[in-house]
């Protein structure tokens, strides 16, 4: 069956010609983080908001939910494979396949949240195996062992990236010696275009597709480098070297790198956890080169995302890995607006001026208000339920719904509007 391609302005302005049928994925919308939802409530009663069901029967794992049609895909991991499950939207599952090797090192659970377009359903796997999914049945389309087969190398943590759809291709990034970005035919995995090699391992990062002049642009974070692709034809152009961190023990390290850049009219935000600060890189008018413009060792984000809203940037610091603060910095300079503790450092996603955060130690969620002057706290309750472990799962909005994932458990609260 074939879509129409239409034009639409997104939400924050970035432009991008999108597919009238819609892409659920990583850090909607857009992964800006910044959800369209509207009607959303205000304050939470002092327990929370209603909890409408929750599920303890997934696998273990870090991704968040996405969503196709009355259904939500999530993934796990059993054993030596990570499993894409398939829920009805009262939280049953309704079936379960293998989308591939499981990370068999450090922190195993599955990490990278599924991309869903229409009934097929799009993964990756802790080491790099790509799949495709008939989302109504489970059954596999197509499956390609796309770091293996692409001399891709690996961090400490394997891979987490979640797949990019555009049109009819399908983008990953492999890193190492031979390529660091390649293109896919998302119906058969064939592959369309590889980018030349910038001799760096992939951060643990899902990039970005922004529009920049004429071109259509994939900006990613790998270990060592922010790069930038034509998404035309693979061809890299432009890298910026990622900041170093101030601490020398640090160094000896692969570090971290997963927080997925931030976008708005030709700039582009970076920031990465132990210490390396971030640096905001504006993109020439073609986007064929870029310069850093400042940078900032306040707002030091680990892997719990940050958001964009009227001109500030919000999220959580690196102090050390057990430990973290909530800031805001301002868009244009870097300058830094405030800095609270408040339990831990953690996710943050945004829906009508608010933000949701997650803080990652002991599941307290936060209602603030985005507000440049002051960590303004509305209203909080604790998540409580799955095994032992981080609260690494960034929250999602779906429908007044808020969904929270914790190791092996997933639950939605009622979060509209009376």
């Known amino acids: 069956m074939k879509f129409k391609v239409i034009s639409i302005a997104f939400l924050l302005g970035l432009g991008l010609e999108l597919n009238a049928q819609k892409i659920s994925g ?61 829920l009805d939207m009262k939280g049953k599952i309704l079936w379960k396949s293998v989308m591939g090797r499981s ?155 997963c927080t997925t850049p931030l976008y708005s009219d030709g700039m582009v935000y970076v920031t990465g956890g132990y210490d390396t600060g971030g640096m905001m890189i504006k993109m020439s008018d073609d986007g064929s080169g870029a310069k850093v413009v400042w940078t900032d060792r306040h707002l030091d984000d680990h892997h719990g995302g940050v958001v964009l809203i009227n001109g500030y940037i919000y999220g959580s610091n690196w102090i050390n890995n057990g430990l973290g603060n909530w800031c805001c910095i301002e868009w244009n300079t870097g300058r830094k607006m405030w800095e609270q503790h408040w339990n831990n450092k953690g996710s943050v996603i945004a829906a009508e001026g608010l933000l949701y955060i997650y803080e990652e130690k002991n599941g307290n969620v936060g209602l603030l208000k985005a507000d440049p002057q002051k960590f303004d706290l509305v209203s909080s309750f604790r998540f409580s339920l799955g095994d032992m472990g981080p609260f690494w799962a960034h929250p999602v909005i779906h429908d007044g719904v808020l969904y929270l994932r914790h190791s092996n458990a997933l639950a939605a609260y009622n979060i509209k509007a009376k």
């Open 26 to 86: 990583w850090r909607p919308e857009n992964r800006t983080g910044v959800s369209a939802e509207t009607g959303l409530m205000k304050s939470w009663p002092q327990d929370g908001p209603a909890l409408l069901w929750s599920n303890l029967e997934l696998g273990k794992g870090y991704s968040s939910p996405s969503f196709g049609s009355n259904t939500i895909y999530i993934t796990g991991t059993a054993g030596k494979d990570d499993l894409l499950y398939a």
């Open 103 to 257: 990370w068999n090192r450090t922190f195993p659970e599955s990490r990278a949240t599924p991309t869903v377009e229409g009934d097929r359903v799009y993964t990756c796997s802790g080491y790099g195996d790509l799949a495709c999914f008939d989302g109504k049945t489970g059954k596999v389309i197509w499956s390609y062992k796309a770091s293996e087969l692409n001399k891709g190398t690996y961090g400490e943590w394997g891979i987490a990236e979640s797949l990019l759809i555009d049109g009819d291709k399908l983008y990953y990034t492999p890193g190492g010696p031979e390529t660091m970005t390649i293109a896919l035919n998302k119906n058969t995995a064939a592959l369309v275009w590889k980018s030349a090699s910038i001799n760096d391992k992939p951060g643990y990062v899902s990039p970005i597709l922004i529009n920049r002049g004429t071109r259509k642009i994939i900006i990613n974070v790998a270990m060592n480098h922010v790069f930038a692709v034509d998404a035309a034809d693979g061809k890299v152009l432009w890298t910026i070297e990622n900041e170093q961190s101030s601490d020398v023990n640090m160094r000896q390290w692969d570090l971290i790198k």
